[in-house]
Every structure is written in structure tokens, then in C-alpha cells.
């Protein structure tokens, strides 16, 4: 089951993480206060364009798939 962190929109901003099947609707409302929140998109941990498949490496040789 996924880890997402979410972010409080008030004027002091908090994150927080909760883990959340894949298929659950994002919060809406941090759980703790009631105050309203986005999910924050953080990166993976460890993997780098070299760990691509030589199938989905683009022009700029990162597997990024901006090309």
C-alpha cells in the first residue's frame, strides 16, 4: 500500500503522511485538524534512468519519457 504525503493549505502549513490504497479518492481534509489539504508529489526513492529498461529510454537516453 502506497505512502502519500498530503499539505495543509492554512497559513501554517503542516505535512503529514498516510498510507492509502491506490484506489481510495484523495483527502480532501487533514484527519487530525479538519483543515483542508493537497497531496504533495514527492519522487521515488533510488531509482535513476540507468534502472530503465533499454524499451523505454527516450531521445535524451533517461528513460524519462519527455520525448
Known amino acids: 500500500m ?5 499539505e495543509t493549505l492554512g497559513e501554517e502549513k503542516r505535512r503529514f503522511e498516510i498510507r ?11 484527519p487530525e485538524t479538519g483543515e483542508p489539504v ?8 533510488g531509482w ?6 533499454s524499451d523505454s529510454v527516450g531521445s535524451c537516453g533517461t528513460g ?4
Request: glycine share 12%; charged share 10%; net charge neutral.
Open 2 to 6: 502506497p505512502t502519500y504525503v498530503y
Open 20 to 30: 492509502q490504497s491506490m484506489t481510495e479518492p484523495a483527502l480532501t481534509t487533514d
Open 38 to 45: 493537497r497531496r504533495v508529489i514527492v519522487g521515488g526513492y
Open 48 to 53: 535513476t534512468g540507468a534502472q530503465a529498461s
Open 64 to 67: 524519462c519519457g519527455c520525448h
